[in-house]
């Protein structure tokens, strides 16, 4: 996500109507991270992560914590998947593989406990996500998990 892409103008035009419009605390600090490991190759990147910076402390979205009950929904995930399901398409050292699973059980589980579904181009990896929570809480609705909108 960057100023002036469409993915910023259906999350603007989004909150404008009124609907609820949220980032888990985990997918802000991959955004954030992914924008910081660039900036220094590009001044248009930089201004990027400060455009993020201040998007993510607006009103204009809803920062989802990583609290007690997502921590523990996301701790009882990682006890039921403690390896990546996806391990073989995913790149980096398998440190940086696991650690990229760990960031999307937290996310799957702060979406989760608070009551919104995800909106992701990672399908493959939410949806296991999703099929862990669904064995862990077998009587609760599941994670809804969507593809982004067609911009």
Same mark, same amino acid.
């Given at each position: ?7 910023? &103008? ?12 949220? +980032? ?25 992560? =400060?455009? +993020?910076? &201040?998007?993510?402390?607006?009103? =204009? ?7 007690? $009950? ?8 990682? $006890?039921? &998947? ?46 296991? $996500? ?10 609760? =609705?599941?994670?809804?998990? &969507? ?5």
């Amino acid at each position: 996500m960057y100023p002036g892409n469409a993915h910023e &103008q259906h999350l603007l035009e989004r909150a404008a109507a009124g609907d609820r419009v949220a +980032f888990t605390a985990p997918t802000v600090m991959e955004i954030s991270r992914g924008l910081a490991s660039a900036a220094s190759a590009s001044s248009a990147l930089a201004a990027a992560l =400060a455009w +993020f910076t &201040q998007l993510a402390g607006s009103g =204009a979205v809803r920062v989802l914590s990583l609290d007690a $009950a997502a921590a523990v929904i996301a701790g009882r995930l990682r $006890a039921a &998947q403690p390896i990546p399901p996806t391990g073989a398409r995913r790149s980096g050292s398998r440190a940086e593989q696991r650690a990229g699973w760990v960031l999307d059980l937290q996310i799957a589980a702060c979406a989760y406990s608070h009551g919104y579904g995800l909106a992701t181009d990672n399908q493959r990896d939410m949806t296991e $996500a999703r099929n862990l929570i669904r064995v862990l809480y077998p009587d609760a =609705a599941p994670l809804d998990v &969507q593809p982004p909108p067609s911009l």
